[in-house]
């Protein structure tokens, strides 16, 4: 666990410099505004352990897959978000020396990331070889106003010495990605343009063919007078550079600004894109250093009124909370469907950058109660988007008849994800994407996407369910084989309950919205059945006996559902049994081992209980809690949030907070040794649930929103905002007191505890 980052409400902060911590510290310092980000790296060179990651949205590449052995129906790629345009970098160099906190003596190191202003700054003193002292001090962001802008500001102050100082600013799209499956380089044909301080490069993806584009201009002043220098200028295949040189001595002070503007074909034209990135730069350029960072500035304050929790007491879970929030709002900002939140977001390359099941169970929730509607509808509607792939990949696998499986993992709606236990197997990822269509409609009362969008959807989720169960004669059940749950130490199980139990939940929920299209408007149910051929009284009498005769393991002496058939002929032991030094298993266990034991690596029943908590009374929640919780070793990044959330409504106060802080904190202190791979981006929204779900209490019933809050010891208040069908509210609670205040909007009524008030 690491504990060498300052505690604060607003700030990460290094102070002394943690080389051996630098990927992680990266990973935490990372940047992003939703279209583009990158890792927190020097700015200039640096020959220690790092990765220098630039990554913009949306841009991938599709990798071909290595695997030892081909089975039919994998994917035959996995699909990469592509480290990008090097942006931010520069090559400093005094009297030929380069600067380099690898080589040079650190006397003095401080870095900062400010999570309320979205800034990350260093400053550091230096010796270099040579014997001259230097002190760096750098600020730079990813513009929050303005997505196509990357700003830094880098000053250089002379201690001792004088000479000649270099300053080489460029841009380079000659990178490869570290997760590269063949390390090849996936940038091609780059074109590059240089026209006095401002320079071009371009270049192409392989295969996929994205453009990616980035202008800079550059501004030099010595001791605080701009300077007119012509630089010297370099060019290459995909990279650019403009040079200077200044002959200075001790007190000397030099700042480089440097505005780049970025952006891919997404967004351009694509013979337009080089122009476009000149023209957003030298906008910047006349907007000037000062107005651009008060607007960005702006923008993250008014993103913090709405969205800001704010915890008394507890200043470890104060940090964590930002921090949380700030990493989930600098990956995804809900302005195109086309994007979705990859699982390290910005601030690594681990997964791909690809969209998971994270998304629809976990990241969902967040952002319909701190954004606008329309940013989660933009969610749902990207994988309306792909839903003929989702029908195709279905079709790959021998369903038909418009049966659709949504990727485990995908940029474009393909499958993408090669190994076969998920891919083929952990199914269950349906199930979160028709619960999110129910989960959306339920919070915002958005009846018009259920009807034009949702409902196709769900009826395509629907009929791969009715095809993937069978029909078990020593059952006399529907019963499903071969799967893999949330929990992935177990792969290739039969009856695992939390899948049969979302594939019932599916069936029925699709048949009632079906029912009510029906009613409210039988033209457009026609229509759509009619498109979709829809045979409605074959496949709703099939729908229903499937529903009726699903077998759901369950053993009655224990009063617990299984989670899958056979779990309890494992022998049975807790987690707490496993020795420390064996801990993460997938890092210290054969993957037989794991296979092979009781532990579960994820919320699995318990996922289901969570999801459908209505459906079931608090003695079946406390029997299945206290029998898979202390079975379960937490090695997802998405179980704790689920488990605090629980706990809370069995008034298990402590065992709450230990979870709600094991996720809010799992990267600060990396806790799950992985940090340095880039961050849990989808998890952190699961902080967030425990938070508002947990703590908070915030349900949603019969078209009315609740609160039951309690406080964990640490604690002496909570204070947290949602948004709500048009209201915005904020729920403030102590000891003593439970504040719900209406801040905007029509007046409504508001569930807390048991009782309604209006």
């Known amino acids: 666990m690491n504990t060498y980052l300052t505690i604060d409400p607003w700030k990460l902060m290094e102070q002394g410099f943690h080389p051996e911590h630098q990927m992680v510290t990266e990973s935490l310092f990372s940047l992003g505004n939703g279209r583009f980000g990158q890792r927190g790296c020097f700015e200039e060179t640096y020959t220690g352990k790092t990765l220098q990651g630039n990554y913009l949205a949306g841009v991938y590449y599709p990798d071909k897959t290595r695997v030892g052995w081909w089975k039919n129906g994998y994917p035959e790629y996995f699909a990469k978000v592509l480290n990008a345009i090097d942006w931010s970098s520069l090559r400093i160099s005094m009297e030929g020396e380069e600067v380099d906190l690898h080589q040079a003596t650190c006397e003095s190191f401080y870095r900062e990331l400010d999570m309320k202003r979205g800034v990350l700054s260093r400053q550091c003193d230096l010796k270099l070889v040579n014997g001259d002292r230097i002190s760096i001090a750098s600020e730079r962001y990813c513009h929050a106003e303005y997505p196509d802008l990357g700003i830094l500001r880098y000053q250089i102050r002379i201690r001792e010495g004088k000479g000649t100082l270099a300053v080489q600013s460029y841009l380079d799209l000659d990178v490869q990605n570290q997760d590269a499956n063949w390390e090849e380089k996936f940038w091609e044909d780059g074109q590059t343009q240089m026209d006095g301080q401002t320079a071009v490069v371009s270049a192409y993806t392989r295969k996929t063919r994205f453009r990616a584009a980035a202008a800079m201009v550059n501004q030099l002043s010595l001791n605080g007078t701009i300077l007119d220098l012509d630089p010297f200028r370099v060019q290459r295949d995909k990279y650019v550079e403009l040079g200077y040189e200044l002959d200075v001595e001790a007190g000397d002070e030099i700042i480089l600004t440097k505005m780049v503007s970025m952006s891919s074909t997404l967004y351009y ?45 507890d200043l470890s879970a104060q940090q964590a909370i930002r921090f949380n929030i700030f990493q989930l709002y600098q ?211 099939q729908w229903q006996e499937i529903v009726d005769f699903l077998y759901l393991p369950e053993d009655k002496e224990l009063g617990i559902f299984l989670q899958q058939d056979g779990y309890l002929e494992k022998e049975q032991a807790l987690a707490d049994s496993i020795p420390a030094d064996q801990r993460p298993l997938n890092e210290h266990w054969s993957w ?55 706990a809370c409504s069995l008034d298990e106060d402590e065992k709450a907070y230990e979870m709600m802080m094991r996720t809010a904190r799992l990267d600060l202190d990396n806790i799950n040794n992985d940090t340095k791979d880039g961050c849990h981006i989808t998890s952190m929204a699961g902080t967030w649930m425990a938070v508002v779900k947990g703590f908070g209490g915030m349900r949603v019933r019969d078209d009315q929103v609740g609160f039951s809050p309690r406080l964990p010891e640490a604690w002496s208040r909570l204070n947290f905002r949602v948004r709500w069908r048009g209201r915005s509210l904020e729920i403030a609670f102590d000891r003593q007191e439970i504040r719900i205040t209406l801040l905007e909007g029509a007046p409504l009524s508001v569930r807390c505890y048991e009782d309604v008030y209006a």
């Open 592 to 646: 037989d081992r794991i296979l092979r034991s009781c532990f579960i690596k994820q919320a699995d029943v318990l996922q289901g209980f969570y999801f459908f908590e209505e459906d079931f009374d608090l003695d079946q929640l406390r029997r299945n809690y206290q029998y898979y919780e202390p079975r379960t070793v937490h090695e997802s990044s998405l179980s704790p949030c689920v488990h605090a959330i629980l």
């Open 269 to 313: 034209d694509e013979t337009r894109l080089p122009a476009e990135m000149m023209t957003r730069v030298e906008e910047a350029r006349l907007k000037g250093y000062s107005a651009l960072l008060k607007a960005h500035e702006d923008h993250w304050a008014r993103k913090w009124q709405e969205a800001d929790i704010v915890i008394d007491g």
């Open 331 to 541: 990956t995804y900002t809900g302005d195109d469907d086309r994007l979705n939140i990859g699982p390290k977001g910005f601030t690594g390359e681990k997964y791909g950058g690809s969209t998971y099941w994270d998304t629809e169970a976990y990241c969902l929730p967040f952002y319909l109660a701190t954004a606008s509607p329309q940013v989660a509808r933009q969610l749902l509607l990207y994988r309306h988007r792909q839903l003929p792939q989702a029908i195709a990949n279905a079709r790959k696998l021998g369903f038909s008849g418009g049966a659709a499986l949504f990727p485990m993992v995908t940029m474009n709606g393909e499958e993408c994800h090669n190994e076969w236990e998920i891919t083929f197997e952990e199914i269950h990822r349906n199930g979160a994407i028709a619960y999110a269509i129910h989960d959306y409609v339920r919070y915002t009362g958005d009846r018009d996407y259920l009807w034009s969008h949702g409902l196709e959807v769900l009826i395509a989720i629907s009929r791969f369910w009715a095809q993937r169960v069978h029909w078990s004669s020593p059952q006399q059940r529907y019963v499903m084989h071969g799967v893999t749950g949330p929990n992935e130490y177990e792969n290739n199980v039969n009856n695992n309950w939390y899948t049969l139990y979302i594939a019932r939940w599916c069936l029925t929920y699709t048949r009632d919205v079906i029912h009510e299209l029906k009613s409210q408007d039988p033209k457009a149910w026609l229509q759509l059945a009619d498109q979709l051929k829809f045979y409605e009284h074959t496949e709703l009498r």
